[in-house]
T-cell receptor, first 118, second 115 residues
Framework: AQKVTQAQTEISVVEKEDVTLDCVYE???????LFWYKQPPSGELVFLIR??????QNEISGRYSWNFQKSTSSFNFTITASQVVDSAVYFC???????????????FGQGTILTVHP | NAGVMQNPRHLVRRRGQEARLRCSPM?????VYWYRQLPEEGLKFMVY????????ESGMPKERFSAEFPKEGPSILRIQQVVRGDSAAYFC?????????????FGAGTRLSVL
């Protein structure tokens, strides 16, 4: 069965600090996809990134970067120079494996609450 | 291009009443997923539907809950005889295909409160 663990329940930082959110996953698939979503205080879920397992190149988008390590089953998310607007709950997610056929049913981690103080 | 639309945003029901939650997927998307976010818990999958078909309902409670996605109109998540434990945020997501690689775009959710 798929499993996603976000061990950090809450993180609190001061503006301009860098912060890394951890995500560790379990899957029997040899190829798979991973996702990060953001849930700001307003409550909606916002897609951030999709990563496939056969591309280990790290990805950077502005202040956001992602470090995918297949060997340790981790897909960590770093925010550089954090801002108050980054305050949100962040979820890591992994699609299902149903009898060898992966499809979109997502298993989410428990989420990490990030609070950025001014 | 409008995103995933869910309504109502907030729904208050008394115990024993029925709750109907609606979800209109993004234009061109024919795959819909429902997830529930209970207080102090993460997001849990409930059901996956394509037009006129339920593909996977393994996350749905066996009683009182049902879902549909008709040929025309929005997807509906129906909860009959609601109880306090049903109070949660219910999210709908849509994607153009059902494969694992497809991004699911989420609606803003419906917050159900059962009095």
């Amino acid at each position: 069965a798929q499993k996603v663990t976000q061990a950090q329940t809450e993180i609190s930082v001061v503006e301009k600090e860098d912060v890394t959110l951890d995500c560790v996953y379990e899957t029997r698939d040899t190829t798979y996809y991973l996702f990060w979503y953001k849930q700001p205080p307003s409550g909606e879920l916002v897609f951030l990134i999709r990563r496939n397992s056969f591309d280990e190149q790290n990805e950077i988008s502005g202040r956001y970067s992602w470090n995918f390590q297949k060997s340790t089953s981790s897909f960590n998310f770093t925010i550089t120079a954090s801002q108050v607007v980054d305050s949100a709950v962040y979820f890591c997610a992994l699609p299902a494996n149903a009898g060898g056929t992966s499809y979109g049913k997502l298993t989410f981690g428990q989420g990490t609450i990030l609070t950025v103080h001014p | 291009n409008a995103g995933v639309m869910q309504n109502p945003r907030h729904l208050v029901r008394r115990r024993g009443q029925e709750a109907r939650l609606r979800c209109s997927p993004m234009k061109g998307h024919s795959h819909v997923y429902w997830y529930r976010q209970l207080p102090e818990e993460g997001l849990k999958f409930m059901v996956y539907l394509q037009k006129e078909n339920i593909i996977d309902e393994s996350g749905m409670p066996k009683e009182r809950f049902s879902a549909e996605f008709p040929k025309e109109g929005p997807s509906i998540l129906r909860i009959q005889q609601v109880v306090r434990g049903d109070s949660a945020a219910y999210f709908c997501a849509s994607s153009p295909m059902g494969a694992a690689k497809n991004i699911q775009y989420f609606g803003a959710g419906t917050r159900l409160s059962v009095l």
